[in-house]
C-alpha cells in the first residue's frame, strides 16, 4: 500500500531544537507519513538525537551526507532520493527549528485533495506564525502579514520570477509536481524558489490563509550552511546591503535562465520567461519594461524601484 506523504528534513548543528521539531511532527493528527531526516555533517548532536529517536519509530530514517553541500542541495537531493522510492504521493519540506502545529498534515492534505480534483499538479502552501527563539512568545500571528505578502491569484509565474512567496517549510507538492523537478541544476539557488516555480509554470498553487507552522526567529535560522533560500534570511534581507540585495537579483536570473532550459515542453508564462532573460543580460531599460508590461513585480513600491535599480549591476552580453 502506498504511504500517502513522505516529510524530507534537512539537518545541520540542530540540536538546540530538533527534538521539539520532532516532537511536532509525532503529535500530527494525521499519522499515515514518513519522515527522511538528512543530516550535512553536523559536528554537534544533532544525528546522536535524531537516531535515538529513530530507534523508537520505524517511520523516521536517518541519513548523514558524505560532506556538507548545502541546504538548497541537502533538501532536493533528498527529495530526488526519497521520490525515487516510489512509495508516496505527496512530499513536504521540513525545517529543523520549526514546530509543526498538531493539524499541520491533515490541514494541507485536505486541500491538496481538493485541488487535485481540478489540476495534475498542484503545491499548497500556507501562512506562518512567528515567535521567539525559546518558542513561548509570539511574534506575529502571521509572517505573511508582517512582511505586507498578500496571496497572488494573478500572473503568479511571473511575480514569483521577482520575489520568492512560497516558503519551503508550508509547502505539500503532489507526485505529479515532484517528477518535473529533476535534474536539478546547479544555478538553482532556493529550494523552495525553484519547485514554486515549476509549479507555477505546470500547474497550480494554492494558499491556505492559515499558520501551520511557529517558525522560530533566532540567529542561527539555517538547515544547512548560509543559504538564501531560509526564511530567516529572508527576513534580514528587509535591510540587506546593497552589494547583497545585487547578488541576490543575479542568483535569480541565473535560476530563470536554467528554468528556461530545464521544462522543455510549453508552458504558461514562456515567452514572458524567454523576454526577461534576454532583457537582463542585454538592457536594464529593457528589463525593467518587460518586467513591468508583464507584472514580473514585487510586492510593494519600494521593493520594486529597489529590484528595478539591481537590474543596472547584472552582467551584460
Request: hydrophobic share 40%; glycine share 4%; with cysteine.
Amino acid at each position: 500500500m502506498m504511504k500517502k506523504t513522505a516529510i524530507i528534513m534537512a539537518t545541520y548543528n540542530g540540536e538546540k531544537y530538533i527534538k521539539q521539531q520532532l516532537d511536532s511532527i509525532l503529535g500530527q493528527s494525521n499519522t499515515d507519513w514518513e519522515l527522511f531526516i538528512f543530516d550535512d555533517k553536523s559536528d554537534d548532536a544533532t544525528v546522536e538525537i535524531v537516531t535515538k529517536i529513530s530507534e523508537s519509530d520505524q517511520r523516521i530514517k536517518v541519513f548523514t551526507n558524505e560532506k556538507n553541500v548545502g541546504v538548497t542541495q541537502n533538501f532536493l537531493r533528498a527529495l530526488e532520493e526519497v521520490y525515487q522510492l516510489h512509495r508516496f504521493e505527496y512530499f513536504m519540506f521540513c525545517d529543523q527549528d520549526d514546530v509543526w502545529l498538531p493539524d499541520k498534515l491533515a490541514l494541507t492534505l485536505n486541500r491538496m485533495t481538493e485541488e487535485e480534483k481540478d489540476t495534475e499538479i498542484v503545491l499548497v502552501h500556507t501562512d506562518l506564525k512567528l515567535v521567539d527563539a525559546s518558542g513561548d512568545r509570539v511574534i506575529a500571528e502571521s509572517f505573511r502579514r508582517r512582511a505586507h505578502l498578500k496571496h497572488i491569484t494573478d500572473h503568479v509565474f511571473e511575480r514569483l520570477l521577482a520575489q520568492p512567496f512560497v516558503f519551503g517549510c508550508t509547502s505539500m507538492m503532489n507526485g505529479a509536481l515532484v517528477q518535473h523537478i529533476f535534474p536539478v541544476p546547479e544555478q538553482v539557488y532556493a529550494h523552495d524558489s525553484w519547485v514554486s516555480l515549476i509549479a507555477a509554470a505546470l500547474g497550480k498553487i494554492a494558499y491556505i490563509d492559515r499558520p501551520s507552522i511557529l517558525f522560530r526567529q533566532h540567529t542561527l535560522n539555517t538547515s544547512g550552511t548560509a543559504s538564501a533560500s531560509s526564511l530567516g534570511n529572508r527576513i534580514r534581507r528587509v535591510t540587506a546591503g546593497w552589494e547583497e540585495q545585487v547578488g541576490i537579483t543575479k542568483k535569480r536570473v541565473a535560476q530563470c535562465e536554467a528554468l528556461l532550459l530545464h521544462i522543455k515542453s510549453p508552458f504558461k508564462g514562456r515567452d514572458v520567461l524567454e523576454e526577461y532573460c534576454s532583457a537582463c543580460r542585454t538592457s536594464a531599460i529593457r528589463s525593467i519594461k518587460i518586467s513591468v508590461n508583464n507584472s514580473v513585480l514585487r510586492q510593494g513600491f519600494f521593493a520594486n524601484i529597489l529590484y528595478f535599480i539591481t537590474l543596472f549591476f547584472l552582467e551584460r552580453k
